[in-house]
């Protein structure tokens, strides 16, 4: 094993996968921690659901992966969070990255979201969407992780109980691989032991990459990785992203509330018209919208692919959450799309798209998978992804990513 991964989320894990797989690593994802030993690929990426989990939780989880791919040879881990820094104000990225660091006696580590080929940019350790600060994009009404704020130093040095962060900006990004050294040499000096870098290239990620290539531990989303393979001599090979033939009927599962589910949940209505709407009130009222769901769902798999969603707009969402609280609103539309999924599996769905970090994580517990092999990629940050047990193909869609039509253009890829 080349490199070992730590994602916080597992639609997060199969975007960091997907990078990997493109620049030529054979990677497997695994769900949780892993127990066995280490299949014979090149990077392992350890998918927990940790992101908004309780910060000694998401601590304990991540060390038990990092304790598992150290003793099955990884020399770096990769600590993977949402390009949109997603967290509260009491972590998890920063515990988790502190307890990482300790762990591996790390002395600094490189900190980046940035994704520029999912419009995701760092400029003077300011974090944007597309044209907009962070704080002024969608994500400031996320439900569970509301961004406020742009400013990565700002948001991360309060989740931190003793280290300093610092910046490493486009000035030195700029100048190459030498200079962002420096950079690091000098912050140190400063008593500094993380840092924000800038990026807003991917020319700008492979110099960081190749930078922090001696470092313990990067924390970054998924763009950082297109600059490690090839400093394992590795290059994109067909291969690398090669999986089993596609069968079976095709469905989606769609609990995310963003802006960009939200649309490919009005063009799927729009295209193909099959689709089943979970409304949480009334699951709070006792209803078993699971029954219902799979009882409207089954006599149209066929041709076309099915869609039961729970998705809706952030007035909406924030409606429910005041009637219900958010935790529990939440945990009744994961329990029950998880319900849905699997029956729907049963009854013979071998191609299933599911949309939202949380949402793909109940699934993927619900359906019993363990690992993942990471196939070819469908928009930036998605691939196909294949489980041999139970023999599903499956792409984890993370909310904020894919085009307007991912759902219904996802199953002609494949």
């Known amino acids: 094993m080349k490199l070992g991964c730590i994602a916080d989320d597992f639609t997060g894990a199969t975007d960091l996968a997907n990078n990997l797989v493109r620049a030529g690593m054979r990677v497997v994802q695994t769900i949780g921690v892993p127990t066995g030993p280490a299949p014979d690929v090149d990077a392992v990426v350890v998918a927990l659901k940790s992101r908004t989990a309780p910060v000694a939780e998401a601590v304990a989880e991540s060390l038990a992966a990092a304790r598992w791919l150290r003793r099955h040879g990884a020399g770096q881990i990769y600590f993977k969070v949402c390009s949109t820094f997603d967290s509260t104000a009491q972590g998890n990225i920063g515990p988790v990255a502190e307890a990482l660091m300790d762990e ?67 000035r030195a990004v700029a100048r190459g691989e030498a200079a962002v050294r420096e950079r690091i040499a000098a912050l140190m000096t400063e008593g500094f032991t993380l840092a924000i870098a800038d990026a807003v290239s991917d020319d700008d990620l492979r110099v960081l990459a190749r930078a922090s290539a001696d470092l313990r531990v990067v924390v970054a989303g998924s763009g950082l990785a297109i600059g490690i393979p090839a400093l394992h001599g590795l290059v994109p090979s067909a291969q690398a992203a090669a999986l089993p033939p596609a069968v079976g009927t095709r469905a989606v599962i769609s609990g995310s509330c963003s802006a960009a589910t939200n649309g490919q949940v009005a063009h799927f209505i729009a295209q193909c018209g099959a689709a089943f709407a979970i409304d949480p009130l009334r699951l709070a009222e006792g209803q078993d919208l699971a029954a219902q769901a799979l009882t409207w769902a089954l006599p149209r798999l066929g041709a076309r692919p099915v869609l039961v969603y729970a998705t809706a707009e952030p007035a909406a969402v924030k409606a429910v959450q005041q009637q219900l609280g958010a935790e529990q609103a939440g945990a009744l539309v994961e329990r029950t799309l998880a319900t849905v999924a699997s029956g729907l599996v049963q009854a013979g769905v071998k191609q299933l798209v599911v949309a939202g970090g949380e949402t793909s994580g109940a699934c993927v517990q619900a359906l019993g998978i363990t690992q993942l092999r990471i196939g070819p990629q469908i928009d930036p940050g998605v691939p196909w992804c294949h489980a041999a047990v139970p023999g599903v193909h499956l792409a984890l869609k993370s909310g904020n990513f894919g085009g307007p039509d991912f759902f219904t253009r996802a199953f002609a890829l494949l």
């Open 104 to 170: 591996l006696g790390a002395d600094f580590a490189i900190v980046t979201p940035a994704f520029p080929e999912n419009a995701r940019t760092v400029f003077k350790g300011h974090l944007f969407v597309g044209d907009v600060l962070l704080s002024d994009s969608p994500m400031r009404h996320h439900p569970l992780t509301p961004m406020t704020d742009a400013n990565l130093v700002r948001v991360l040095q309060p989740q931190l109980r003793s280290r300093r962060v610092g910046l490493i900006d486009h």
